[in-house]
């Protein structure tokens, strides 16, 4: 892979723990990641309106399904991921969400498709298993509450990661057999995911708009980071292929347990660092298998 996309990865993954990391700071519910799609649609509105018009009258039923498909599994995925961030630590929410998320996917394309299984799979298999289980690690001494509260990150981690599985396996779909564009797959998504929202945020005005007047830094942040990082790793799919470049910006995982660790002063930096390795080096492998 050229050294060029190598850094476009790596920043790419930096700017994708760090909108999870103002999303855990920011606490906020679904309603926040409603007030992030809204401001996401605007952050891509130029090219995606540009694209739709160009695209969207050719469609057929196929890719409205899967960008609805999709816009259903982000919303569980925001769900999951933000009550996740409010009970638990990011180090153990975001590294298992990434980690069993591919895993998760490896195992329907096996089992629902059927692609083989290789030595490199089983090893993916071992290293993201080994990753959950070092994040999860508890000492002896760890009171009821940390243990809960590690149980409660699992939980949540791992609902998110089925939920990345799923938009991953829509979004893989439309994009290699649909020939939708990527840019086009996540404007739309996007779209119709504020629309599937926006009754939240009608529901109770005042505290919808209290809750805007809070976290609404913290959602123009999501929605400026979260494309930014997409579009930066479409670049290095230009450059190298997307085997490569897509279990590369899983780094984002050592990003998001240093920030916990270090900014959020979350505990047993050092086991959790390890794990976030291993599911890295666990997902790379599944890729390569």
Request: include cysteine; charge should be positive; charged fraction near 10%.
């Amino acid at each position: 892979m050229p050294l060029v996309a190598v850094a476009l990865v790596i920043v790419a993954g930096l700017l994708h723990a760090s909108w999870n990391f103002v999303a855990k700071k920011a606490g906020g519910d679904l309603r926040f990641a409603a007030f992030s799609s809204v401001f996401m649609v605007a952050v891509w509105a130029p090219l995606g309106v540009s694209l739709a018009v160009r695209e969207v009258p050719q469609w057929g039923p196929g890719p409205w399904l899967c960008v609805l498909g999709s816009s259903l599994c982000h919303v569980p995925y925001f769900l999951l991921l933000l009550r996740g961030y409010r009970v638990a630590d990011l180090t153990v929410v975001y590294p298992v969400a990434r980690g069993s998320g591919p895993l998760i996917t490896a195992a329907v394309a096996i089992t629902a498709f059927g692609e083989a299984a290789t030595l490199a799979t089983g090893l993916g298999v071992l290293g993201v298993t080994a990753g959950i289980a070092l994040v999860a690690g508890q000492p002896p001494s760890a009171s009821t509450e940390d243990r809960a509260r590690v149980w409660r990150g699992l939980r949540y981690g791992l609902g998110t990661g089925a939920a990345i599985a799923g938009y991953t396996l829509v979004d893989g779909y439309a994009v290699k057999h649909l020939l939708v564009p990527p840019l086009l797959v996540v404007f739309m998504s996007d779209t119709c995911r504020t629309l599937l929202l926006l009754p939240l945020l009608l529901r109770d005005r005042a505290a919808t708009r209290a809750l805007f007047r809070q976290q609404w830094r913290h959602a123009l942040a999501v929605a400026l980071l979260g494309p930014a990082a997409y579009i930066l790793v479409l670049t290095a799919v230009q450059m190298a292929p997307l085997s490569h470049v897509a279990p590369a910006r899983e780094i984002s995982m050592l990003f998001a347990a240093l920030l916990g660790g270090r900014l959020l002063g979350e505990g047993h930096r050092g086991a959790r660092l390890a794990g976030a390795a291993c599911m890295v080096a666990g997902v790379i492998a599944l890729a390569l298998g």
